[in-house]
């Protein structure tokens, strides 16, 4: 058998790139589990070149739980790192690697349980989930949450293992990503007067995100179990013009909002889209040759699970870990609740190294993952 080190050094051997094709991976884990006798499911998506993989073990008809987790990392410049980023170096306790801690280290948790968890008589299932394209907004878990029932009764429980430091996360933030195109009229800087400047609608624009994020900061609503406890607005990418002599005819930004729970992500992002709207019809009654339009990046819920759901004490006994009421970042979680699933976020290592040059995670740290899964078959054990 593979031990779990073995395990995440094969993994982050495979460049699983976000956007890119992850048949390697998944073929990689289909026959890990075809040899310790776990049948999995390949479910494509709509790509034509990514897929998810489903594997149950125990029995899939009555309800148990899921172990989700994501195949894709960020893509890793050469900049920063110290060694080859697809190539995990050992160095002391530390494991170095892109996606080590984000998240093939719980992957590799999950796959180093799987001779024991075949060995067990499970009452209930465990069942693999392992979804593609989740760092460019969840993208592949959507399909395969939409396939749950026919693979499996309805779940009681989903453990989504990012890298909480094992301290099972109740909360996260909704998040939406939007991309904004601003299109004027290009003209001779000389005679501005005979063009119109999209960098400089853009930039009505931009404004109307900071102006509408510090409102938010000063009128809430608020939750105190966020930091900052508010829902946030940014802008993060901003491309337009060509030269300082020609006015630009188009201008594009990205924004981003982030929503405590109770709070509809989009709906961050309407202010602004109402607010385009009428600059444009304004310009356009003046004869100016403007327009806005916009396309969402990444769309995903918050999560909010209840103090006193049993999932919430199940972790927290498996995980030998007090509860975190909430964090910032966002998972996969909130859409295998908003499917029904009650989820929490709990897996080992820190997300502060992840999308990082010369991210790791440590021994000790898989040591624990494969530790909570253990305490979990014997949770689900007859």
Known sequence: MKSVEELLADLVGIPSVCRTPNGAIIDYVRSYLAEHGVPAVVLPGPEGDRANLFATIGPADVPGIVLSAHLDVVPAAPEGWTGDPFALRRDGDRLFGRGAV???????????????????????????????????????????IERLPQLCAPPSGCIVGEPTGLRPVLRHKGKVAQRVRVRGRAGHSSRPDLADNAIHLAAEL???????????????????????????????????????????????????????????????????????????????????????????????????????????????????????????????????????????????????????????????ELASGVAMLGRLLSHLSL
């Not at 404004?207 to 900052?228: H, N």
């Open 102 to 144: 984000d998240m093939k280290g719980f992957v590799a948790c999950i796959l180093a349980s799987v001779p024991a968890l075949v060995a067990a008589r499970l009452a209930r299932p465990v069942h693999i989930a392992l979804s593609y394209d989740e760092e460019v907004g969840c993208v592949g878990v959507r399909h395969l």
């Open 206 to 364: 931009m404004l109307k995100v900071r102006d509408e994020a510090r409102r938010i900061e000063a009128e809430g609503p608020f939750d105190d179990r966020f930091a900052p406890p508010v829902s946030t607005l940014q802008v993060g990418v901003v491309s337009g013009g060509t030269g300082v002599n020609i006015v630009p005819a188009e201008c594009v930004f990205d924004l981003e909002a982030r929503a405590i729970p109770g709070t509809d992500p989009a709906g961050l992002w309407r202010p602004i889209a109402r607010f385009a709207e009428d600059r444009v019809a304004a310009l356009q009654a003046e004869g100016r040759s403007v327009a806005v339009d916009s396309e969402t990046l990444s769309l995903y819920p918050a999560l909010d699970l209840a103090d006193d759901q049993p999932l919430a004490a199940l972790a927290e006994a498996i995980a030998q870990q007090k509860r975190q009421a909430a964090v910032s970042f966002g998972t996969e979680a909130g859409l295998y609740q908003q499917a029904g699933v009650p989820t929490i976020v709990c897996g080992p290592g820190d997300i502060d190294r992840a999308h990082k040059p010369d991210e790791f995670i440590t021994r000790a």
